[in-house]
Each structure stands twice: as structure tokens, then as C-alpha cells.
T-cell receptor, first 113, second 112 residues
Framework: DADVTQTPRNRITKTGKRIMLECSQT?????MYWYRQDPGLGLRLIYY???????NKGEISDGYSVSRQAQAKFSLSLESAIPNQTALYFC????????????FGSGTQLSVL | GENVEQHPSTLSVQEGDSAVIKCTYS??????FPWYKQELGKRPQLIID?????GEKKDQRIAVTLNKTAKHFSLHITETQPEDSAVYFC???????????FGAGTTVTVRA
């Protein structure tokens, strides 16, 4: 089945460490997104990319960076992790015909100690 | 930017009863409104969406209504079943960019 795969599924790290979360998709979608989910706050957009050469900041991009290595790969980096970046992170994709219909990955639970 | 408010934050219903979740949005230019369902430990999945040129849309036991004048939209689940227990998120965006802004979520519990 075509899918959106995130690695790792869980990660515990320490304050100040650099960490990368990876996302790959076999759906052939051109659009990819990174969201974080916090209890009581819903899903908030960190970065999004509409094609390989396009990178855009979302509503909460401070402290994060991204790389779109190929149409199928979109990685999220935390250059110097801090405890309030502890959250559940989701990668999502959509295609240009139905761009509002997001397909989410299985999520990465990140804990920063 | 867009601000989406969602109520209630939790909802408990008896199996077979109806559930209604309401959302309001701030950007009058928003014209696309999807709803996502997230079961415990799972990823969010789209269950229904509506565009501003339509006032209501139904899909089996779920329906969404939209009032553009009042800037609010609602999800209605009829004849609730245990498998409807989940967190439901509303969202809104403009169709020129589809940058979704999500509500905070509603945890629905269906009591047997």
C-alpha cells in the first residue's frame, strides 16, 4: 500500500542535542507538511513544501528547519532541542488535485529531557 | 492568520444518540473545511470535507454544515457507535494555499 512513513517512531533526547526526524512517502504526492500535536492545542503547522524547490514556514517554525531531499522525502531538524519541543510530530502529504486532503504518517513521539 | 475554535473539548454520548461538534473561524476568506478523526494511538484521517459553495454535505452517518455568514461549521454524527470514539479535529483554509489551521480537538466517547 502506498503510505507515509516516519522514522523514528519514538525518540528521547537531551536538551541541546541536534535531532532529525525523517519522512518518506510512496503516494507520489508533491506536497509535504510537518505538524506537531500537543494536548489541547490540536495540530500546528511547522513547515510545508509544495515541490522539491519550495520550502515555506508554517505558524511555528522557530527552532526548526527542514530539507526536501526528493519528491518523496521531507526531513525535519531540531538544531538544538529544548524541552518545550516535546510533542508528537506528524508528517503529511497531499496532491495538487486535492491539496486539502492530507494523508498523515504514523507520527514520531519526541521527548526532550 | 486563521484562528479556529472548536467546542466542546470533550463529549460523552450514549450509543445510538447523536453527537455535534462546532467550530468557528476568523478568516472570512477561508473556503475549505475538512474534518479529521484520530483514534487512540493512530494517525489523523480525513472523514469529510466541505467547500464554501455548499451549505451541507452528508456521508452515511456523518454530516457537516457550514454557515459562512456566521463563520461557523459543525460536524454531526448520528446513531453513534463505539467505533466513533476518537478525537475529532476541524480545520479551515483558503483554497489558494490550503494551509490548514486546526481546532484544538474534541474527544468523543460513546458509552455502550
Amino acid at each position: 500500500d502506498a503510505d507515509v512513513t516516519q522514522t523514528p517512531r519514538n525518540r528521547i533526547t537531551k536538551t541541546g542535542k541536534r535531532i532529525m526526524l525523517e519522512c518518506s512517502q510512496t503516494k507520489g504526492h508533491d506536497r509535504m507538511y510537518w505538524y506537531r500535536q500537543d494536548p489541547g492545542l490540536g495540530l500546528r503547522l511547522i513547515y510545508y513544501s509544495f515541490d522539491v524547490k519550495d520550502i515555506n514556514k508554517g505558524e511555528i517554525s522557530d527552532g526548526y528547519s527542514v530539507s526536501r531531499q526528493a519528491q518523496a522525502k521531507f526531513s525535519l531538524s531540531l538544531e538544538s532541542a529544548i524541552p518545550n519541543q516535546t510533542a508528537l510530530y506528524f508528517c503529511a502529504t497531499s496532491d495538487s488535485l486535492t491539496p486539502g486532503r492530507l494523508f498523515f504518517g504514523s507520527g514520531t513521539q519526541l521527548s526532550v529531557l | 492568520g486563521e484562528n479556529v475554535e472548536q467546542h466542546p473539548s470533550t463529549l460523552s454520548v450514549q450509543e445510538g444518540d447523536s453527537a455535534v461538534i462546532k467550530c468557528t473561524y476568523s478568516d472570512s476568506a477561508s473556503n475549505y473545511f475538512p474534518w479529521y478523526k484520530q483514534e487512540l494511538g493512530k494517525r489523523p484521517q480525513l472523514i469529510i470535507d466541505i467547500r464554501s459553495n455548499v451549505g451541507e454535505k452528508k456521508d452515511q452517518r456523518i454530516a457537516v454544515t457550514l454557515n459562512k455568514t456566521a463563520k461557523h461549521f459543525s460536524l454531526h454524527i448520528t446513531e453513534t457507535q463505539p467505533e466513533d470514539s476518537a478525537v475529532y479535529f476541524c480545520a479551515a483554509s483558503r483554497t489558494n494555499d490550503y494551509k490548514l489551521s486546526f481546532g484544538a480537538g474534541t474527544t468523543v466517547t460513546v458509552r455502550a
